[in-house]
């Protein structure tokens, strides 16, 4: 587990510069198009009054990470202690003492997770169905018996991913497909810690694409009046920053490995 979190931290880092760059460059390209940008500013007063809001759960997403990455709990544990404290900072920070202030808060909680587990049941009946009929075993069969260069190979894994987290979640295509795929993966040189880096990219774009697109249905519960299509919209640059981002990795593959092998050592 440590040396899957040292190997995913600096591609992390890579696609927050990414995703940072893309929005500073929107958001100066739609404030340079209306003449907005320039028309709101705040003074380094209001910008320091902010962050007592904003702190406590940047403390409470570092523990979360803590909890999770360094064994402390488990997954669940860690996902209902979390959102105790996020309950119990609404109610400092916000001063949200009020029981119609709080049930408004449990009520929309509970609208999404509906929402939410609708659709992982929905996609779990799918991806059920597709490993009861054996459809993408056969796939990740099909494409493990290929003898062809390793980086087309790659290139052939990479689509097969991408294409499988657009119909199913990503734990079933991890359960369905890494068990076939990483001793090929082994077998023709590279990295299984870089390879799960690149599993983990390709799972991040099948959340943010139709017709599954877990994130997207759950943008378009927080903001109903947000149509679906500008979701769809806005979310297209992030995808093209992960596709780069895999890009990238496979041309430079030490910033997924050079972490754990400097901190930990050679396997």
């Known amino acids: 587990m440590g040396r899957l979190f040292l190997a995913g931290l600096l591609p992390g880092l890579m696609l927050t510069a990414l995703f940072m760059a893309w929005s500073l460059y929107s958001t100066w390209r739609q404030g340079n198009a209306q003449g907005a940008l320039s028309a709101v500013k705040y003074s380094w007063k209001e910008k320091f009054e902010i962050l007592p809001r904003v702190l406590p759960f940047l403390v409470i997403i570092g523990a979360v990470l803590f909890a999770l990455y360094g064994g402390v709990a488990t997954p ?33 909680t509970t609208k999404e997770s ?26 990740a069969q099909w494409i493990s018996m290929l003898d062809v260069n390793r980086w087309v190979l790659m290139g052939f894994i990479n689509l097969f991913l991408l294409i499988s987290g657009f119909f199913l979640p990503p ?26 880096v690149i599993l983990t990219i390709n799972m991040e774009i ?62």
């Open 206 to 267: 099948g959340l943010i694409t139709p017709p599954v697109g877990l994130n997207l249905y759950v943008i378009n519960g927080i903001a109903p009046d947000i149509r679906l299509q500008s979701i769809l919209k806005g979310a297209f640059p992030y995808v093209l920053c992960m596709i780069a981002a895999i890009i990238i990795l496979c041309f430079i593959p030490e910033i997924a490995t050079w972490l754990p092998e400097t901190v930990i050592g050679g396997r």
């Open 76 to 108: 669940s544990e860690t996902a209902g202690v979390g959102a105790l404290f996020c309950l119990i900072t609404a109610m400092i920070v916000y001063r949200m003492w009020k029981p119609g202030q709080l049930w408004h808060v449990m009520r929309d």
């Open 114 to 139: 509906v929402m939410i587990l609708l659709i992982i049941g929905a996609a779990g009946l799918f991806s059920y169905m597709l490993s009861s009929l054996f459809i993408t075993q056969s796939i």
């Open 171 to 196: 734990v079933a295509v991890i359960l369905m497909s890494a068990p076939i795929l990483l001793p090929v993966i082994i077998n023709a040189g590279f990295d299984p810690y870089w390879f799960a």
